[in-house]
């Protein structure tokens, strides 16, 4: 192996360990563990009246029921709210388990421990709650209409309001030559990780100290909010997440109810305690997104070009706001795409639904947002009669444009500039990859045939690595093994071996020696998280600049030995050398491991790397300092990176579909991508981020919803009945990159995480549109929608 990795399609260092089932989840750790379940709320909205456990007090095995009148301190206080925000004007956070109230079906009320699981659900069922039943919340136009509320004392249902303009919209639209609305509706659905979230707790009494395993997509903020909670010194606690079979997005919040309540009862019991939460539990007890309804407004000129945009957004946010109003935030900031808009208006409202709260899912509000610039860019198309594409193409922020102002607030409080991006070259390289210009041939012989086929497509650009920072730590090991660590955390990204990348290039050392770690506040405890398509952004800078500090130090320290200038030397393979000459000459290379023993106070007790060192550096002199004055001992520094403001990824996708003419079935013959994320760190792993984010982008638009009934309960909590699409209604996706280096970071990276799920639903109504010849304006559409909308369109 080289020591060529920054930019090579290696296959990831972590796969042969997860697939020979070396992997340790959440519920892999603490067999010898008390069991936790618990009673939630079968009812939408409804107060507790009492609670009587008679029932359930002596079953074998019971060891402790809990309810909210044992929360103690803080930790029965609400729930933090993560994101406060001006216009947040009523944000509200349920308890870790429901004080007088409950305002979804699946709410935790009661919180059994016993000696296992089945004894302590068998608990569960013997608890009586008392409720007095109110009147449900469900659905936006219900929110809407404020007839009833959620919250008795938020008027209108209304968590937030906000408005974001940029000139006259009014004025734009009134003298516009032409004018379009359209109305859009995206349902609420939901991320859904294979693995749920879980939690595991550990006090050791002598040390007054607490161990967390969870499940989560942010360890050191976890610990940091428990150390609030649980009113423990920071010190005292340490949180890891051990290997995460998927997050994206849903265990960004902290802490979770049962994220308080089981190192709550672990401290209270001075057992280990777990709780692994089943599918059932996730569907209606985690969270949820997507949901809105959305007015757009349209002003254009005759070749099609914006003057003016006026985006309405009603955003359905759940029973709770733990996470702030991020989702709708990102709606109305980010659907401008690669777009000039002209004058530019969005407001959105956040609405208050007694269902289960809302946060951020994979593309975080980008989705609903590029579903509403897209659909009006076809309508534009579809009104003046000309090729979407063009009208697109004639709307781009050019590359000369760059760095691009759109004189609005971005979600981190900083303004919303473009630091990069060629959208043109990016049409330009899709256009070719699908085959845009010969489509109408092959419509034409579809046709002939019988058969109904579209073509669509749909641009994108994400504001990607949002701060404030992430820190990173290297250290060379004295046998030349390289170990790295970031505190942010992994759910399936690939991070070990990314990251291995950026380290091994910096230091100069094959990729396969260096070991990273993620998640662990044991090891690196300064973090923020993994969210927003941060990491490779935030912590590949940090651990860039941490490695290059080890570089440096390496450098000095093995030229003292070498008796050179560190400005002559390099490092090759893990070994350093006067530049150009062969590793090995004798005086003239060392190894990195020997640097690390010369650096290293201890090095006396090395014996076999002293003896190695001695053929390299000359006679060991222990009398000496390790490290010239002033220098830290060891091989080993810390790094850390806080971005001046986002960098802007884009790419554009492109689909043909195929819908039935009887059955209205709907298929995708070809979908591709051209992505832009800037300097990729690993090309296979970019390509396997974009096709997992593309398969929920066509779960989004052709299966996935949360179906409610009137009463507030969720008619598909379960993968029987809630729809993820397979690997057989997963298309092969045809990708093509360009890499427009971000100015922003030394790296030059643009995070990729959430990119392919961006479009989805945008290019697939497109598509399907085009098939049809009327436009898609609600989403996910099945069979049975499409065949509804044909019937709606035939003249009766
Ligand atoms: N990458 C790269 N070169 C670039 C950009 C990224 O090689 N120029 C690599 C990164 O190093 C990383 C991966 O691509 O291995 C994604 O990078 P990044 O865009 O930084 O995203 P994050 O690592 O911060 O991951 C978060 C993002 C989000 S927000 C969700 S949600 C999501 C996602 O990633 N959840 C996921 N991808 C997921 N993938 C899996 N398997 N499971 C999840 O839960």
Known sequence: MTTKAFGEPIARLEDPRLLTGQGRFLDDIGHRALAAAFVRSPHAHARIAAIDVTDAVGVDGLVAIYTHDDLDGRAGEPL???????????????????????????????????????????????????????????????????????????????????????????????????????????????????????????????????RVYTSTQASTSVRAALAARLELPLDRVEVIAPDVGGGFGVKIVHPWPEEVMVPWAAIRLGREVKWTEDRREHFVGATHERGQLQHVKVGFDDDGRLLGLDVTVWHDNGAYTPYGIIVPIVTTTQLLGPYKPGAYRAEFFSLYTNTVTVTPYRGAGRPQGCFAMERTMDAIAAYLGLDRTVVRE??????????????????????????????????????????????????????????????????????????????????????????AATGLTTQGQGHRTVFAQVVAEELGVPVDRVTVTTGDTRRFGYAVGTFASRAAVMSGNALASAARKVRQKALRVAGEALEADPRDLEIVDGVVRVIGSPSGAPGGSIPLATVAVLANPLRYAFDREAERATQFGGPVDISKPPVAEGDSPGLEDTGFYSPPRSTFANGMHAAIVETDPDTAEISILRYCVVHDCGTLINPRIVEGQIHGGVAQGVGGALYERMVYDDAGQLLNASFMDFLMPYATEVPVIETDHLETPSPLNPLGIKGAGEAGVIPGSAVLASAISDAEGFAITRMPISPSDLYSLRLERQPR
């Open 80 to 210: 933090p709210l993560l994101i406060p925000h001006e216009a947040l004007t009523h944000g509200r956070t349920g308890y870790a388990l429901a004080k007088d109230e409950v305002n979804h079906v699946g709410e935790p009320i009661v919180m059994v421990v016993a000696t296992d699981r089945y004894v302590a659900e068998d608990v569960c069922a013997r608890i009586r709650v008392e409720y007095e039943f109110l009147p449900p919340v469900v659905g936006i136009e219900a929110a809407r209409a404020a007839e009833l509320l959620v919250h008795d004392d938020v008027p209108g249902n209304v968590s937030a309001h906000m408005v974001q303009e940029n000139g006259d919209v009014d004025a734009a639209l009134a003298a516009a030559p032409h004018v379009l609305e359209l109305d859009l509706d995206i349902e609420r659905s939901a991320s859904t990780p294979l693995e749920g979230k879980g939690v595991h707790a550990r006090w050791d009494a002598d040390d007054a100290s607490l």
């Open 394 to 483: 004639r709307n781009f922020i050019r590359p000369d444009e760059m760095p691009y102002d759109h004189g609005l607030i971005f979600q981190d409080g900083r303004p919303l500039i473009y630091d990069s991006g060629d959208y043109p070259a990016t049409l330009d390289k899709l256009k070719k990859l699908i085959g845009w210009e010969e489509f109408e041939a092959f419509r034409a012989e579809a046709r002939a045939a019988g058969r109904r086929v579209g073509i669509g497509i749909a641009c994108y650009v994400e504001g990607t690595g949002v701060g404030p920072y992430e820190g990173g730590w290297v250290k060379v090991e004295t046998d030349g093994t390289v170990v």
